[in-house]
């Protein structure tokens, strides 16, 4: 049997972005022929992807799509297991082309998004092929689509926080400003309306617990809590919050300055929600340093 080096196993990964072990072992089945063993890998994408599927993908980016004229677009979150896989320049090209597939599709959610046509397969085929490529779970995750009532913005803050925002009137500089102000501030609506009951009865009771534990008098606990959650209200819509380039106004007030408004808005957060698992790297490198 050929003797599989280091260098063999270096170039074949180089190719093709396969795992490091994945490249040993199929070097070893192709009895050293690099040309065999790139083979043997590509028939092997599919049922890479199926073992990679099971774990959790919770690094990732955020993709933005927007039409020359503004009006329609679409922003979308792909996640990936970590963040050198985020980096990848495959990774990032299918997340722009999922992007711009997106905006232009009438997907009703994500689960119809794999069925789309891409790169002469369909987005879950090219998924797929993707993940044998760079040997990670890689999952597009949620995306939302907007025809706007004016004219679409977006901002994205280091490939993690994503803003999709709809300005009627107002101009590009405002846009921008808004959408930053947005990925920075992170509202959670544009104003009271948007936010859940679950959310303010949350904030009463615990408002009601601290007063209680503070030794507050029964008969002011109702009028504390109102005054919590008028305060968290303020804290997390649009509308209320001060102005990150400027506290002494709100946004409404800078929206009203500029004749403008904002029919929505969409903030994504890579990873949101998605319990991540600690990884033993130290491990990984030792295990690939026996090659």
Known sequence: MAEITASMVKDLRERTDAPIMDCKKALTEAEGDSTRAEEILRVRFGNKASKAAGRVAAEGTVGVSIAADGKTGAMIEVNSETDFCAKNEDFLKFVSELATLVSTSNAADINAVGALAMLGATVEETRAQLVGKIGENITPRRFVKINAKGKLASYIHGSKIGVLVDLVGGDEVLAKDIAMHIAAAKPKSLDAGGITQDLIDAERRIAIEKAKEAGKPEAMLDKIADGTVQKFLKEVTLLNQP?????????????????????????????????????????????????
């Open 243 to 291: 102005f990150v380039k400027d506290d002494k106004m709100t946004i409404e007030q800078l929206l009203k300055s500029k004749n403008a408004s904002v029919a929505s808005f969409t903030l994504y957060t890579v990873g949101e929600g998605i319990e991540k698992v600690a990884v033993d790297y130290a491990a990984e490198v030792a295990a690939a340093a026996k090659v």
